[in-house]
């Protein structure tokens, strides 16, 4: 039975797992064929309980992208930020408009706010955010320009395909530490050069392993 079914596909669906008995492990061209879209809608865009904007202020004012997701480095999650980091500007800058409403209440009665999640992942797939930013990877390559998003829009399919896909060639994305949270970047004339640089000082291996991802 071990040697059949691996540990982790014991957390992927019943159907799925047959596909997986039937094709082997190597037939992953098949499998993503038949891989279900419901976590990963392009597209995507629910409404927040506040109408805060990217755009205005990842965009226009130039706030860093980890002065609100600060675990992103660090951890397996980006995170969002607490209901003080907002309030660190808000109490002095538009102290009374109403659709910070919300936020002065959550401030005031310190219930965190509940900010709608837009990309997830199955719980059978094990993805980290500070793998991917150590090896060079930007924000911009899996969600697309955020800093011109009104609403933050799921941009990348994130479905198995487009995760090997990099993982089998990832030199075209790999950006030096300085650039990670750079929007609108435009890969550098010499970008098989920088990256086969990147790749050789910290060692990269991305690999296909179903292991990898599924644990
Ligand atoms: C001032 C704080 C702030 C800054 C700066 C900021 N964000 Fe956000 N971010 C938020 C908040 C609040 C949410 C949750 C509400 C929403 O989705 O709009 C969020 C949501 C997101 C999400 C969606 C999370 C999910 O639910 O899947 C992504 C992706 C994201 N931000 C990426 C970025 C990137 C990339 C940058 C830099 C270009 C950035 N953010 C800058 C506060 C911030
Ligand atoms: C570094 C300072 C700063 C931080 C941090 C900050 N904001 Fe803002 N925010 C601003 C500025 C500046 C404006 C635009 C003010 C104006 O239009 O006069 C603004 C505008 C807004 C507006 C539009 C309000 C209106 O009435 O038009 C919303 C909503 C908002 N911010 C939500 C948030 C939320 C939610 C957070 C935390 C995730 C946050 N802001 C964090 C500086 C900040
Ligand atoms: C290699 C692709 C990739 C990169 C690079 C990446 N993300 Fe993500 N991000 C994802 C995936 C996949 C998810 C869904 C993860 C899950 O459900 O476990 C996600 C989820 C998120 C979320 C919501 C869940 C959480 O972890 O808090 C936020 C916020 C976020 N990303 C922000 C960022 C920011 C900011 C950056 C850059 C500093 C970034 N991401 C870089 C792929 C990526
Ligand atoms: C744009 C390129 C890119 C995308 C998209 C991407 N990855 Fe990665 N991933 C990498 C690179 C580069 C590494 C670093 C490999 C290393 O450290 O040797 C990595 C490492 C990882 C690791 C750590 C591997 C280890 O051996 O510790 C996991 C787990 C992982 N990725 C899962 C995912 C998942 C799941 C997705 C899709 C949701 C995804 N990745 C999408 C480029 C990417
Ligand atoms: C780089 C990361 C990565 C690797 C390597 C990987 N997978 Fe996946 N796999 C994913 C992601 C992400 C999903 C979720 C797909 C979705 O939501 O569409 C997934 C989904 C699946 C599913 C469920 C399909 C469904 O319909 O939901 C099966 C079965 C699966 N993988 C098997 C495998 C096998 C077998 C291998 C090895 C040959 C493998 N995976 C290697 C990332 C990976």
């Given amino acids: 039975m071990a040697q059949i079914f691996p540990k ?3 957390k992927i669906p019943a159907i799925a797992l047959i ?3 039937f094709l082997g492990a190597n ?3 098949f499998i993503w064929y038949y891989g279900s879209p419901k976590y990963t809608d392009v597209g995507y865009r ?3 309980p506040v109408p805060y904007s990217h755009k205005l202020h990842a965009g226009d004012l130039g706030i860093d992208c980890r002065y609100c997701h600060s675990g992103v480095e660090r951890s397996a ?3 969002v930020p607490p ?4 309030m660190g500007c808000h109490k002095l800058i538009l102290p009374d408009s109403p659709k910070l409403a919300p936020i002065r209440k959550s401030f005031e009665t310190g219930v965190p706010m509940e900010w709608v999640r837009i990309h997830k992942s199955p719980d059978f797939v094990y993805f980290n955010h500070s793998m991917h930013l150590r090896a060079g990877v930007g924000c911009e390559t899996c969600h697309g320009n955020i800093a011109q998003m009104e609403v933050v829009t799921q941009n990348q399919p994130l479905n198995m395909a487009w995760c090997i896909d990099c993982h089998r060639s990832p030199d075209k994305y790999l950006r030096t530490q300085d650039k990670l949270t750079e929007m609108g970047w435009i890969p550098p004339e010499n970008q098989a050069g920088i990256a086969a640089e990147i790749i050789h000082t910290k060692g990269l291996e991305p690999n296909d392993n179903c292991s990898t991802c599924h644990r």
């Fill in 8 to 10: 982790w596909t014991l």
């Fill in 19 to 21: 596909v997986v008995v």
């Fill in 27 to 29: 037939a992953v061209g």
């Fill in 46 to 48: 629910p409404t927040q």
């Fill in 77 to 79: 999650v980006a995170g």
């Fill in 83 to 86: 209901t003080q980091t907002c």
